[in-house]
T-cell receptor
Framework: GENVEQHPSTLSVQEGDSAVIKCTYS??????FPWYKQELGKRPQLIID?????GEKKDQRIAVTLNKTAKHFSLHITETQPEDSAVYFC????????????????FGTGTRLLVSP | GAGVSQTPSNKVTEKGKYVELRCDPI?????LYWYRQSLGQGPEFLIY????????DSGLPNDRFFAVRPEGSVSTLKIQRTERGDSAVYLC???????????????????FGQGTRLTVV
């Protein structure tokens, strides 16, 4: 099945700096890659996603890039603000299950981003 | 409701006891997912419902875990003979349609509840 690795586990930046979080996936058949933000004690929320027919997607200060050949994708946050502090999870939609055809989301282990004022 | 609601928000139980965790999805969402999030880890898939039926339960760790969704709305995750290793945050999510990211439209976006923190002592 699909396996997603995420780095770094912790990232500290100064307000205004950029932050980059990287993920790799194992199954070349995966074709959908969302990113979730989870603030302390709150629910994960989708912030951006990308499909495999696109190499880059941007939404204001956040962007995601995808390299299908290398099987890695990255989240880029520019002009970071203290409210960006949270745990960020990448995910990949894995291959169809043999018996059901369902493609589940497989999550990375998360990156704790701390933005200092 | 406005979002996915999970109850209770916290549950402390003794080892060996039975627990039920409830999920109220967003009204009209046919797909419902249960995930488990251990400390310092990403959410781990447990089970997916499409309507009333469990379309994929391959993530349930063993037969002590069971989930139902009898009317295609509210779902209950049931854990028998709880063990300390079951301690985690149990997340529920729902989407209008099943299958993540299968459509160019946002109807497959999964919205998560705030989770139930289960502690087995």
């Amino acid at each position: 099945g699909e396996n997603v690795e995420q780095h770094p586990s912790t990232l500290s930046v100064q307000e205004g700096d950029s932050a980059v979080i990287k993920c790799t996936y194992s199954d070349s058949a995966s074709n959908y890659f969302p990113w979730y933000k989870q603030e302390l004690g709150k629910r994960p929320q989708l912030i951006i996603d990308i499909r495999s027919n696109v190499g880059e997607k941007k939404d204001q200060r956040i962007a995601v890039t995808l390299n299908k050949t290398a099987k890695h994708f990255s989240l880029h946050i520019t002009e970071t603000q203290p409210e960006d502090s949270a745990v960020y999870f990448c995910a990949a939609r894995g291959p169809p299950a043999e018996n059901t055809g369902f493609q589940k989301l497989v999550f990375g282990t998360g990156t704790r981003l701390l933005v200092s004022p | 409701g406005a979002g996915v609601s999970q109850t209770p928000s916290n549950k402390v139980t003794e080892k060996g006891k039975y627990v039920e965790l409830r999920c109220d999805p967003i009204s009209g969402h046919t797909a419902l997912y249960w995930y488990r999030q251990s400390l310092g880890q990403g959410p781990e898939f447990l089970i997916y419902f499409q309507g009333t039926g469990a379309a994929d339960d391959s993530g349930l760790p063993n037969d002590r875990f069971f989930a139902v969704r009898p009317e295609g709305s509210v779902s209950t995750l049931k854990i028998q003979r709880t063990e300390r290793g079951d301690s985690a945050v149990y997340l529920c999510a729902s989407s209008k349609r099943g299958g993540f990211g299968v459509s160019v439209y946002k109807d497959t976006e999964a919205f998560f509840g705030q989770g139930t923190r289960l502690t087995v002592v």
